[in-house]
Each structure stands twice: as structure tokens, then as C-alpha cells.
């Protein structure tokens, strides 16, 4: 196993945080370009290409203990669960701006646990679900400013629906 210092992990995280929060952009332009499914198919096959044989020389006694109905389940697991928020992301983001795009991607975990309360009646201790509730939407406030939540209009709708269920 590679050996990081703390600063490459700080490295590492302050990239990912950039290809996140570029990734409204960037899905924003392409999808002016090219249909959402294109460009879901491309992006999932490039990666696919990327992070399978690293997978399969990394993993090789693991990857091949599993069954085939388990890789198949894994196959439809990916397919719904990444590829499909891949596409609705993209169709979303043809509707809508990024800065929305950005804000209900922000709220997703007050939402995640505003509808396991609803449905699955699973509880947080109250004083931590209102402290995170007030966390979660002071810190979008704070990135994407008030200007973005002032903006939402009607026309803009259909794609933030689409997002919320990515």
C-alpha cells in the first residue's frame, strides 16, 4: 500500500473539491454541445477503461472469489446508482443553471434525512439534526450566495426536479 503524507491527502482533497464543484460548469456547457446520454455513455465508458484494469490488477483474488450474479448485481447496482444519477444529472442540467444545480446538491443531505425520518422513521438526536440542518444551508448560503436562491424561477423548474431525483 502507497504511503501518503498529510499534505498529498490535503492535495488530493482540495482536487476533488475543484472537479466537484467544476462539474456543474463543465456538465452546464457540455450538454449544450452533445444529448445527456452521449455524453453519460462516453464519460462512464472513459472511466470504465480507466478503472477496471486497475481494479482487476489491484483486486485480482477478490474480483474473481465473486459469483456471477453477484458482478451481475454489481452491473445493475452501477448502472441505476451511478449512471443513472450520471444521466439524470445531465438531462437535469440542461433545464436548469449551475448554481441551482449546485444549491440542490447541497440540500441533499437535509433531504436524505428529512425523508428517512418521513419514511423509514429513523431519528437523530434533535439538537444534531437542526445544528446540521442550519450547517448544510448557511454553508450553500455561503458558496453559492443568496443571489442563486433569489433566482429561481418558474422555466427553471422542470430541470431542479429532475435533479432532486438524481
Known amino acids: 500500500m502507497m504511503k501518503f503524507t498529510t499534505l498529498k491527502y490535503y492535495i488530493l482533497l482540495i482536487l476533488a473539491m475543484i472537479f466537484w464543484g467544476g462539474s456543474w460548469v463543465s456538465a452546464q ?37 465473486y459469483s456471477r450474479r453477484d458482478l451481475a448485481l454489481f452491473f445493475v447496482l452501477g448502472l441505476i446508482g451511478v ?16 448554481a441551482q444545480g449546485s444549491i440542490i446538491a447541497g440540500i441533499n443531505p437535509v433531504t436524505v434525512s428529512l425523508l428517512a425520518f418521513l419514511i423509514l422513521q429513523e431519528r437523530l438526536a434533535p439538537k ?21 436562491f433569489m433566482d429561481f424561477q418558474l422555466e427553471y423548474l422542470i430541470g431542479n426536479l429532475i435533479l432532486i431525483c438524481a
Open 29 to 65: 456547457v457540455v450538454v449544450s454541445v452533445a444529448p445527456p446520454f452521449t455524453v453519460g455513455f462516453f464519460r462512464f465508458l472513459t472511466a470504465s477503461l480507466i478503472l477496471l484494469p486497475l481494479l482487476l490488477a489491484s483486486q485480482r483474488k477478490s474480483v474473481r472469489s
Open 83 to 98: 449512471f443513472g444519477y450520471g444521466i439524470l444529472f445531465l438531462i437535469g442540467m440542461q433545464f436548469t443553471t449551475a
Open 128 to 148: 444534531w439534526r437542526y445544528i446540521g440542518f442550519l450547517f448544510s444551508f448557511l454553508g450553500i448560503v455561503f458558496v453559492v450566495g443568496i443571489q442563486a
